[in-house]
């Protein structure tokens, strides 16, 4: 929905509040007519019912006026004499509605000097639920979101298990575009698997104004732009599914590249506008190297050190079936393997595989090499292992599953580039070798008609050989760079998918471990309360927090007893 029809929307609805609500007015003391002039008569209401005024802004934030409209229905039939919970039920489900009946239908009696305490424990109980709620998603969806690192993308720097606080006010808070949606949950809800929103009416994009800009290699956390699937993780189905851009997957990465931004990898490395990029001391890139030992790997001659480690198998598998289109499509069915080296008769590969299919094509593990994803500090370290005879660092070959998946240009996911980032207002020429690189953006991100015939590029019906961007980009990457699903696959991130910036590691353990127990056992006190940005190593401030909370509940305590 555009603004305008929001806006009729809005009309529609003070209309349908003064037709159901003026005879109360009157009855209150007040005007009939100030049952009709939008926003006044809201602050009129809050009088009439005895409510603060400040409520009113709450129903025009979205999401946290899903939860205060019912209030103000329950609220208004109270005022008027209508306490059971019948009427307060028949409120909801009608959507306010059941006002219309007492306001023509019954001899309803204002009582100006109602009690505003609930009658019973279990109103007084949901009152205090539901206001709960209420703030809570206030902070959740304008200040501040609790986050999950789920993958190994930003390893070292982020962990799996760690437990994010996101400040959605660095960038500025985006309002949501969904407004009909269950509060603080994302896309599904808890244990079922259905959706916690409905996919209209939406909102326009709007974003509240923003403390500062997105930086070079600023930890952002984002909505997936390729995302298309039912639930934000694990879904398999392979199906389709649209969502709106605030409930696509969340995803958190490294911003290596920002608008107006020349980018270039070099054997793993990206380049900024020529220069190399230099990375905060607490990033660690990792890449996957070729471990080659002087005797067969098993438990007794693996490096101790890098037991934790993520590794793959090393195998060869006749040239000629590597050299095989067909072949190839089965291996990216059935796993993900990298050509490493080869020779007349084989060509060693590194990688996961089916290990039916694995021996289906005769393919022979290499019992004395195997991949290790590593960082520069600890492939040093294993270079000075005794049993190491070599350490070989992995580069992959052109692979057309990267951006902007032409083929012809030989991209790998180690070496490609320059690719330029689009920046709002800035223009570039269309033709069909720089099409590929922003038909996603014309099409996808800033909804235009796309039609390309032949040479001819149409936009919105009008033939173009260019084309101005509406907003910022930017290029997410993970610093697991062999083990990371980020820009160099689905390409730019636009600006209005921008959620927050994680600012605090606030709780941290073993996702991984097998049991509860052993993911107790697994916490990671040095990283609870330790900033996410910054320079030098981590500093964790649990005993301030941790104390700061002992005050609080100390405080509250001496306050109870005093009034007691």
Not at 40 to 50: A, C, E, R
Not at 161 to 183: C, E, M, N
Not at 262 to 282: A, C, H, T, V
Not at 546 to 563: D, E, R, T
């Amino acid at each position: 929905m555009t603004y305008t029809q929001w806006f009729i929307f809005f009309l529609v609805v003070q209309v349908l509040h003064f037709l159901g609500t003026w005879k109360l007015y009157v009855k209150a003391g007040r005007k009939a007519w100030e049952a009709a002039v939008p926003v006044y008569n809201g602050i009129v209401l809050m009088q009439i019912i005895n409510r603060p005024k400040w409520w009113i802004i709450l129903l025009f934030i979205p999401i946290v006026n899903l939860l205060m409209f019912p209030v103000i229905w329950i609220e208004t039939i109270r005022t008027f004499g209508y306490y059971k919970k019948t009427d307060s039920l028949l409120a909801i489900v009608t959507l306010g509605l059941y006002i219309f009946y007492i306001n023509y239908a019954t001899d309803a009696k204002y009582n100006a000097n109602r009690s505003l305490k609930p009658r019973s424990e279990m109103g007084e109980w949901v009152s205090s639920i539901t206001f709960a709620i209420i703030a809570a998603t206030l902070v959740h969806t304008y200040f501040m979101q609790p986050f999950t690192i789920p993958t190994s993308s930003l390893e070292k720097s982020l962990l799996v298990g760690d437990y994010l606080f996101v400040s959605k006010f660095h960038y500025g808070a985006r309002v949501p575009s969904t407004v009909i949606a269950a509060p603080m949950v994302h896309d599904s809800l808890p244990l079922t698997g259905l959706p916690s929103y409905l996919k209209k009416p939406q909102l326009p994009y709007t974003r509240l104004p923003g403390l500062q800009e997105i930086k070079n290699n600023d930890i952002v956390c984002f909505n997936w732009p390729a995302d298309s699937l039912a639930t934000m993780w694990g879904d398999n189905s392979g199906k389709f599914t649209y969502k709106p851009v605030d409930k696509k997957t969340n995803y958190v990465k490294r911003s290596v590249g920002i608008a107006g931004d020349s980018l270039e990898m070099k054997d793993g490395y990206f380049y900024i506008n020529g220069k190399k990029n230099e990375l905060p001391y607490r990033a660690k890139l990792q890449f996957y190297y070729t471990f080659e030992c002087k005797e067969p790997i098993s438990q007794t001659s693996f490096p101790k050190f890098l037991l934790s480690k993520e590794r793959t198998g090393v195998y060869k598998i006749l040239t000629e079936y590597w050299e095989n289109d067909k072949v190839q499509i089965a291996i990216k069915e059935n796993g993900s393997l990298s050509k490493i080296g080869q020779d007349s008769l084989y060509t060693e590969v590194a990688g996961g595989i089916n290990p039916e299919f694995a021996r289906k094509i005769k393919m022979i593990n290499v019992e004395n090499k195997i991949n290790i994803n590593l960082t520069e500090e600890e492939v040093d370290r294993l270079e000075k292992y005794p049993l190491t005879k070599s350490v070989t660092k992995i580069n992959h070959g052109a692979d057309n599953a990267i951006f902007p998946h032409v083929k012809e240009l030989g991209w790998s996911q180690d070496n490609f580039g320059p690719i330029y980032i689009p920046k709002a207002g800035a223009t570039v020429k269309l033709d069909t070798e720089s099409l590929p690189f922003y038909e996603q953006i014309i099409k996808n991100y800033e909804y235009n008609d796309l039609v390309i015939n032949g040479d001819d590029i149409f936009i919105n019906g009008e033939k173009v050989d260019s084309y101005t961007f509406q907003q910022d980009y930017f290029y997410l990457v993970g610093d697991n760079r062999h083990n990371s699903l980020d820009a160099r696959y689905w390409g730019y991130v636009p600006f209005d998918h921008v959620l927050g910036k994680p600012v605090m590691v606030w709780f941290s353990w073993d996702a991984d471990a097998p049991s509860f127990g052993a993911k107790l056992k697994s916490i990671r006190w040095d990283r609870m309360f330790t900033t996410v940005h910054g320079d030098g190593e981590p500093v964790s401030y649990r005993y301030l927090v941790l104390a700061l909370i002992a005050l609080y509940i100390g405080w509250s305590f001496y306050k109870s007893k005093k009034k007691a």
